[in-house]
Nanobody
Framework: QVQFVESGGGLVQPGGSLRLSCLAS????????MGWYRQAPGAQRELVAT??????NYADSVKGRFTISRDNAKNTVYLQMNSLQPEDTAVYYC?????????????????WGQGTQVTVSS
């Protein structure tokens, strides 16, 4: 079973940038659809961005500000976040599976990593 470890979160001022990383274990990572999710306090976890091969999708709230990418040689998925706003504050998680990209929005994963905290505040 492939496992994922998130890193790169922190405290940033509004308008700032962060790059999150998600390191995957397992040799079949390149075939996985991958997604970044986030969960703000008191809110449900939401899908932020997905990628499979070269196809990407984004939630409307982050389009034009966030970019998802992957480096299969490093078994890593990234989320570049620019123009961060206080409403982006959340714990960010990554997850993935060998499924069609469209499935990621409703996928029920058996497990999640610890996530990485992103706090946008002045």
């Amino acid at each position: 079973q492939v496992q994922f470890v998130e890193s790169g979160g922190g405290l940033v001022q509004p308008g700032g940038s962060l790059r999150l990383s998600c390191l995957a274990s397992g040799s079949i990572f390149s075939t996985y659809a991958m997604g970044w999710y986030r969960q703000a306090p008191g809110a449900q976890r939401e899908l932020v961005a997905t990628i499979k091969f070269s196809t990407t999708n984004y939630a409307d709230s982050v389009k034009g500000r966030f970019t998802i990418s992957r480096d299969n040689a490093k078994n890593t998925v990234y989320l570049q976040m620019n123009s961060l706003q206080p409403e982006d504050t959340a714990v960010y998680y990554c997850n993935g599976a060998p499924v069609p990209l469209i499935t990621m929005a409703t996928m029920r994963f058996l497990s999640w990593g610890q996530g990485t905290q992103v706090t946008v505040s002045s």
